[in-house]
């Protein structure tokens, strides 16, 4: 049953413990029909609203049939790596494509696509990521785009592009003076101030930006003093390719892990887990990397956090791109600990910067496409719990921004709708809780990407879709 609730009320309840062994994951990309799936950057999305999680990948489109099957989408302008956005607000996901100077793609009712005309030629040229956000706050999704490199002396600026709503976007921002060579982007609202922030991982041992945003899209780079540009040591930083938010330790806050590239050399950056200290501390960070047990590898690339074992705790996938390297799997245990199930969950591909979560198949548990692979998780006995936000006129569909709390005893789930995740990479826009033991209602707290607040209860084992006016569960 679903109802509003005027009050947010602590729901008692013990998350499962982390200890358990873990399943292989079963690689389904024949059987589900997904031969000649590319290994490039994969983007997760419903985008013809039937409920199902599609898979968009290099160009390709490959839609979902109720789980069972996958089938190529022909006949498409769909063209180069993208992310899924609701742009003009009509209810169904758009694509952006970075690739070049840029292509803008509508969805025409979920039946086909269109190349929107008069889309601005970007300056960045060479990108490898970007991502969706309303980041003036009128309702509408605006654009932030990377600019990479030529190795080794062209670098290109990032940009912003802010959304006429929905009738098309102009050029806000150009990166200007020390133009950096940005990778992954992705954006959330670190500081609970009600607009989207955006963290830019630079490459070329770089300082990364962490650009905070005053609500009305100027940004200012609030990296050194937050914590969140890296070491810096011996004048140097790291090899960032992507990083990727999430609330790690359940505290009700949007933590950062940050995923460098490293030579052995050891004043480059590893990677890191930095946690967000919160309202009491101003939101800085505090990089809490020492207890994680992540072993190094040289080629890390770009992660991407779900709960794979549903016990509560958002888990880290990481990917490598040199021949030798793994990717890796680790389980969050709390208090800042991850145990590596790499092997036994068989999804350690090699080479890649493919890493995305989504529920293809409904049953409650995440899978994973990498590698130009997709694994469905054998699944388990937690109970779970998933969000799909659905806009209006005045929401983007998917409710990018948006961010939807659980709170569990003594411990407050966080999940945030992403416009992009790691390098150039998207999990899917419904939310996923992981409930642990807990099988009782829920209490939901929707904080929406226009300001609004909603309370709304929830049984478990479900999906439940909501608006801001109204909430159905199937």
Same mark, same amino acid.
């Given at each position: 049953?679903?109802?509003?609730?005027?009050?947010?009320?602590?729901?008692?309840?013990?998350?499962?413990?982390?200890?358990? &062994? =873990?399943?292989?994951?079963?690689?389904?990309?024949?059987?589900?029909?997904?031969?000649?799936?590319?290994?490039? #950057?994969?983007? !997760?999305?419903?985008?013809?609203?039937?409920?199902?999680?599609?898979?968009?990948?290099?160009?390709?489109?490959?839609?979902?049939?109720?789980?069972?099957?996958? *089938?190529?989408?022909?006949?498409?302008?769909? &063209?180069?790596?993208?992310?899924?956005?609701?742009?003009?607000?009509?209810?169904?996901?758009?694509?952006?494509?970075?690739?070049?100077?840029?292509?803008?793609?509508?969805?025409?009712?979920?039946?086909?696509?269109? =190349?929107?005309?008069?889309?601005?030629?970007?300056?960045?040229? =060479?990108?490898?990521?970007?991502? !969706?956000?309303?980041?003036?706050?009128?309702?509408? %999704?605006?654009?932030?785009?990377?600019?990479?490199?030529?190795?080794?002396?062209?670098?290109?600026?990032? =940009?912003?592009?802010?959304?006429? $709503?929905? *009738?098309?976007?102009?050029?806000?921002?150009?990166?200007?003076?020390?133009?950096?060579?940005?990778?992954?982007?992705?954006?959330?609202?670190?500081?609970?101030?009600?607009?989207?922030?955006?963290?830019?991982?630079?490459?070329?041992?770089?300082?990364?930006? %962490?650009?905070?945003?005053?609500? $009305? @899209?100027?940004?200012?780079?609030?990296?050194?003093?937050?914590?969140? @540009?890296?070491?810096?040591?011996?004048?140097?930083?790291?090899?960032?390719?992507?990083? &990727?938010?999430?609330?790690?330790?359940?505290?009700?806050?949007?933590?950062?892990?940050?995923?460098?590239?490293?030579?052995?050399?050891?004043?480059?950056?590893?990677?890191?887990?930095?946690?967000?200290?919160?309202?009491?501390? *101003?939101?800085?960070?505090?990089?809490?990397?020492?207890?994680?047990?992540?072993?190094?590898?040289?080629?890390?690339?770009?992660?991407?956090?779900?709960?794979?074992?549903?016990?509560?705790?958002?888990?880290?996938?990481?990917?490598?791109?040199?021949?030798?390297?793994?990717?890796?799997?680790?389980?969050?245990?709390?208090?800042?600990?991850?145990?590596? #199930?790499?092997?036994?969950? $068989?999804?350690?591909?090699?080479?890649?910067?493919?890493?995305?979560?989504?529920?293809?198949?409904?049953?409650?548990?995440?899978?994973?496409?990498?590698?130009?692979?997709?694994?469905?998780?054998?699944?388990?006995?937690?109970?779970?719990?998933?969000?799909?936000?659905?806009?209006?006129?005045?929401?983007?569909?998917?409710?990018?921004? &948006?961010?939807?709390?659980?709170?569990?005893?003594?411990?407050?789930?966080?999940?945030?709708?992403?416009?992009?995740?790691?390098?150039?990479?998207?999990?899917?826009?419904?939310?996923?809780?992981?409930?642990?033991?807990?099988?009782?209602?829920?209490?939901?707290?929707?904080?929406?990407?226009?300001?609004?607040?909603?309370?709304?209860?929830? @049984?478990?084992?479900?999906? #439940?879709?909501?608006?801001?006016?109204?909430?159905?569960?199937?």
């Amino acid at each position: 049953m679903i109802r509003y609730a005027g009050v947010f009320i602590a729901v008692v309840a013990f998350l499962s413990s982390s200890s358990s &062994a =873990v399943e292989p994951f079963e690689d389904v990309t024949e059987k589900l029909g997904l031969g000649g799936l590319s290994g490039s #950057v994969a983007a !997760w999305s419903d985008f013809n609203n039937d409920g199902w999680a599609d898979l968009y990948v290099g160009g390709q489109l490959w839609r979902n049939e109720q789980g069972n099957q996958f *089938k190529r989408v022909e006949n498409t302008p769909l &063209a180069g790596p993208g992310i899924w956005g609701d742009f003009d607000n009509d209810g169904f996901l758009d694509v952006f494509s970075w690739a070049g100077t840029g292509k803008l793609f509508r969805n025409i009712k979920g039946e086909s696509f269109e =190349v929107v005309a008069g889309f601005p030629v970007l300056p960045t040229t =060479v990108s490898v990521g970007a991502t !969706w956000g309303d980041f003036n706050g009128d309702g509408f %999704l605006d654009l932030y785009v990377g600019g990479y490199e030529v190795w080794p002396s062209k670098e290109y600026p990032d =940009v912003i592009l802010l959304n006429q $709503k929905g *009738k098309g976007f102009v050029e806000h921002w150009r990166q200007k003076g020390r133009i950096y060579r940005s990778r992954g982007i992705t954006a959330a609202d670190f500081d609970e101030d009600g607009d989207l922030d955006i963290y830019v991982s630079n490459y070329r041992l770089q300082p990364n930006l %962490l650009l905070q945003n005053d609500g $009305k @899209a100027t940004f200012a780079d609030v990296s050194t003093p937050f914590g969140t @540009a890296g070491d810096g040591d011996l004048g140097a930083w790291g090899h960032t390719i992507g990083s &990727a938010w999430g609330d790690l330790d359940n505290d009700g806050h949007l933590d950062l892990f940050v995923g460098n590239f490293s030579h052995p050399s050891a004043y480059q950056d590893r990677a890191k887990f930095l946690r967000n200290r919160g309202p009491d501390e *101003k939101f800085h960070f505090e990089d809490v990397s020492g207890t994680a047990g992540l072993r190094w590898q040289e080629s890390y690339a770009s992660p991407t956090l779900g709960d794979f074992d549903n016990d509560g705790l958002l888990d880290l996938f990481f990917t490598t791109v040199y021949g030798g390297d793994q990717s890796v799997l680790y389980r969050n245990t709390g208090g800042w600990k991850f145990d590596e #199930v790499s092997g036994e969950s $068989k999804v350690d591909r090699p080479t890649t910067y493919q890493g995305a979560w989504a529920d293809f198949d409904g049953d409650g548990y995440l899978d994973l496409v990498t590698g130009g692979r997709l694994f469905r998780n054998p699944g388990g006995e937690n109970h779970w719990l998933k969000v799909r936000l659905v806009g209006n006129d005045t929401l983007n569909a998917g409710c990018i921004g &948006a961010r939807v709390r659980v709170k569990l005893a003594d411990q407050t789930l966080t999940r945030q709708v992403e416009g992009a995740t790691g390098q150039g990479n998207q999990n899917d826009l419904t939310l996923h809780f992981g409930l642990g033991s807990h099988a009782g209602p829920v209490q939901l707290e929707i904080l929406w990407p226009n300001g609004q607040k909603r309370v709304v209860e929830a @049984a478990v084992d479900r999906t #439940v879709a909501i608006t801001s006016e109204l909430a159905a569960s199937n």
